[in-house]
């Protein structure tokens, strides 16, 4: 493609970049790529590479790109009207219409909806709503969150606290006082490798309690879990987790809270990764699936049981003190109303069912044999592929080898896009929803070409 500008050359010396090395892409020593277009499962950028998007953006891009009925609709909510606010009782068709199909979605004991603009803030959301909850219940002690290592919920201060990973908290003076981590239900990595799933659970529910009973049930207020572990190295719990989880929370008065930006909206082949699972949350937190990233939005979907009380708290206290200026943005609101028709018009949930148990049928044939890969895991259109030194001792390789960097750069240079998870040597994948058996093939073969150009 003929290029008559200096965009690459105005990106290194203006655009601050999030999880980049600044040093490096500053000095042109890291990659850059500038995309110009999408369709399907696909990009191109200016240089006119096609790559295959595995991952989805960042787990996104859910109907994936190109779908010229939400530009549309953001186009013609533009057009009528770009803004208003949503305090003292604002609305706009499109954010009173979006929650109305949002909780026609949801657990039938979900009251109502709280739009943001990203899973940061709605996370940030539930956490004052979950304060002022217990204030208003008279119990001012009961504060404290409990988190999971290697969970991800977040890049501010509370958010990036409830995360569970060093790169998050390095140097940024986190996680902060209020947040506390329990073991990941992570059976790949367990202390003990004779341990069965069984064992396993029973472990993770002994740390909790152990926790709880440490920190004290009257000061911990609730509990964070994404119903898959995403970014700390897409892990499905094992068999009977999350039940076991709910009996202690219910047991000692602690909430729970589905992180659903990932998983809501049919990444595992059903509407929430919540029902999916058996989970009965306190709160949920959406996200990416909800607009499919064509416009941003979040949301906070608030369970029956707080809502009362929030009610209660504004009738002795007056209006509840919380608000953003594009809470509830009529051009978010717009692209969600337009994606979640689309997800049910292409039958995108089935789809992400079907062909994402395909894909990791597929994957598991193609690298699950490798003598350097130590395990092919993954649900519905989510997948994982853990690279190991040894594969029959479990041993890692050193994180300086970068393993999982060079992977993924391998399959770069086949033309598709996974993503090297931190934390370990462990390529991701979270395709769009329309990914096809014929594409979920071609990934799991380009995988495989891959790992054997980097491991042998």
């Not at 990036?160 to 059976?187: C, M, R």
């Not at 049919?266 to 919540?274: D, E, K, N, T």
């Not at 996974?418 to 769009?432: K, N, S, T």
Request: charged content about 20%; aromatic content about 8%.
């Amino acid at each position: 493609m003929l290029k008559n500008d200096m965009l690459e050359q105005w990106d290194r010396e203006n655009f601050f970049h999030p999880s980049t090395h600044l040093g490096e892409f500053a000095r042109g020593d890291a990659p850059q790529r500038v995309i110009r277009t999408g369709s399907g499962c696909h990009i191109e950028d200016r240089e006119g590479n096609r790559l295959l998007d595995a991952f989805a953006g960042l787990y996104c891009v859910n109907v994936g790109y190109g779908r010229q009925e939400i530009a549309e609709a953001i186009a013609e909510q533009a057009k009528e009207l770009a803004y208003y606010h949503a305090y003292v009782g604002h609305g706009t068709e499109a954010s009173i219409t979006l929650a109305k199909m949002i909780l026609d979605r949801a657990p039938a004991h979900m009251s109502k909806v709280y739009f943001g603009l990203s899973g940061s803030d709605a996370n940030e959301t539930n956490i004052k709503l979950i304060w002022y909850y217990n204030n208003i219940r008279g119990l001012p002690e009961k504060k404290k969150i409990i988190s999971r290592w290697r969970g991800y919920h977040g890049s501010g201060l509370m958010t990036g606290s409830l995360t569970g990973l060093a790169t998050f908290h390095n140097k940024f003076d986190l996680p902060l006082a209020q947040v506390i981590h329990t073991e990941a239900p992570y059976y790949f990595r367990r202390p003990d490798t004779a341990m069965s799933e069984a064992d396993f659970v029973a472990h993770c529910v002994s740390e909790l309690e152990a926790l709880i009973e440490r920190e004290g049930a009257d000061t911990i207020a609730a509990f964070w879990g994404e119903p898959v572990l995403g970014t700390g190295g897409i892990v499905p719990p094992p068999a009977g987790y999350w039940e076991a989880i709910q009996k202690v929370l219910d047991k000692h008065d602690i909430l729970l809270v589905a992180d659903e930006v990932v998983t809501g909206f049919g990444r595992l082949g059903s509407m929430w990764g919540s029902e999916h699972y058996g989970m009965k949350p306190d709160l949920m937190t959406i996200a990416k699936g909800l607009t499919s990233a064509y416009a941003p939005l979040s949301g906070s979907i608030v369970g029956d049981k707080m809502w009362k009380v929030l009610e209660q708290g504004t009738d002795e206290n007056g209006p509840i003190g919380h608000g953003w200026t594009y809470s509830a943005h009529p051009i978010g609101a717009a692209a969600g109303v337009a994606n979640l028709k689309l997800i049910d018009e292409l039958n995108l949930i089935e789809n992400a069912g079907r062909v994402g148990a395909h894909f990791n049928k597929a994957m598991q044939e193609a690298v699950g044999g490798h003598a350097n890969v130590g395990e092919v895991r993954g649900e519905g259109m989510m997948c994982a592929v853990e690279m190991v030194a040894d594969k029959d001792k479990r041993g890692f390789f050193d994180a300086s080898d970068k393993v999982g960097a060079r992977v993924a750069a391998a399959l770069l240079e086949e033309g598709v896009i996974g993503r090297a998870m931190p934390q370990g040597d462990i390529l991701g994948f979270a395709p769009p929803f329309c990914l096809t058996e014929a594409e979920a093939e071609e990934v799991a073969g380009k995988t495989a070409k891959a790992i054997a150009k980097v491991l042998g």
